[in-house]
């Protein structure tokens, strides 16, 4: 069993930052991968980046070159820097766990947080 808490959500202006946290408590195997997904009012939920514990990371087109993710292992927690926000990044922002062999980029991981909220005023 893997839990996961979120946090560092808010409310910010167009061009601001942000800075997510996801800490992960329980079985290291079933969160070798952690990652982001959000979803947007009326929207699919979508991912966002994830990374594997060895490094490899995977981002969104949206993402790419605005948002970075990172991981601390010794902590079990990954985090989601976000600049250059737009409103189209508003969102319910998801942190998502599991094992290497059960993680999908479609779906994400077995474990998912509570969410937070992220939103984008212009």
């Known amino acids: 069993q893997v839990r996961l808490a979120e946090s560092g959500g808010g409310s910010v202006q167009v061009g601001g930052s942000l800075r997510l946290s996801c800490a992960a408590s329980?079985?290291?195997?079933?969160?070798?991968?952690m990652g982001w997904y959000r979803q947007a009012p009326g929207k699919q939920r979508e991912l966002v980046a994830y990374m594997h514990r060895v490094g490899l990371t995977i981002y969104a087109d949206s993402a790419k070159g605005r948002f970075t993710i990172s991981k601390d292992n010794t902590k079990n927690t990954v985090y989601l820097q976000m600049n250059s926000l737009k409103p189209e990044d508003t969102a319910v922002y998801y942190c998502?766990?599991?094992?290497?062999?059960?993680?999908?980029?479609?779906?994400?991981?077995?474990?998912w947080g509570q969410g937070t909220q992220v939103a984008v005023s212009s």
């Open positions: 329980g079985s290291m195997f079933s969160s070798n991968v």
């Open positions: 998502t766990a599991g094992s290497q062999t059960r993680f999908d980029e479609k779906t994400g991981g077995a474990y």
